[in-house]
């Protein structure tokens, strides 16, 4: 029996080379999905206003309960005004290219069921200039401008009953919009 012994050698040389131009198409391109998917900031505007407007909800009235000291003989109490966001751990802190001009916003109207024209108190705080963001995107969305978060619910306290509204807006167009 004599076998026949061949140099496979070269075959491997090619294979190689073959092999190692496969191996730089296909990693080329995974870095160039991985780019394209990467290179455009993710616009988390509406669900970072969403979740303001969670954490104001939760704050004034959690499980269908209003605040206790919310009100005190039928006002709004001044220091629930004045530390609202210290009570419900809510800060308006941005990034530092944003500490000239605050952007976000909330408003907050409680009214009594009875009496849905005018409002118990009426709390705001924020940069009031984005407002008019939510009156320009009610027929269509613009891209550059803030996104809004409004919201009702209703809630009670000795017996009576409330509505509470609260809007949120959050502008950071310049971080999270691609220009």
């Known amino acids: ?34 780019y394209v998917f990467y290179s455009y900031p993710y616009d988390v505007r509406s669900l970072e206003a969403e979740l303001l407007t969670n954490k104001i909800s939760d704050c004034l009235s959690y499980g269908g309960v209003l605040r206790n000291n919310l009100f005190v003989e039928d006002q709004v109490s001044k220091g629930f005004k004045e530390s609202f966001l210290e009570d419900c751990g809510t800060t308006f802190d941005a990034e530092k290219r944003w500490e000239d001009t605050p952007q976000y916003y909330f408003k907050i109207k409680v009214f009594e069921v009875s009496n849905l024209l005018d409002p118990l108190a009426n709390l705001t705080k924020g940069n009031l200039n984005i407002v008019s963001s939510c009156d320009l995107q009610k027929n269509k969305e613009f891209q550059n401008l803030a996104k809004c978060n409004k919201r009702k619910l209703y809630s009670t306290l000795n017996s009576k009953q409330y509505l509470i509204e609260v809007l949120s807006i959050i502008k950071k167009t310049e971080k999270n919009v691609k220009q």
């Open 1 to 34: 029996m004599n076998f026949v012994m061949l140099n496979k050698k070269g075959t491997d040389k090619v294979i190689s080379v073959y092999w190692f131009a496969i191996l730089i198409l296909v990693s080329g391109g995974i870095f160039a999905m991985v």
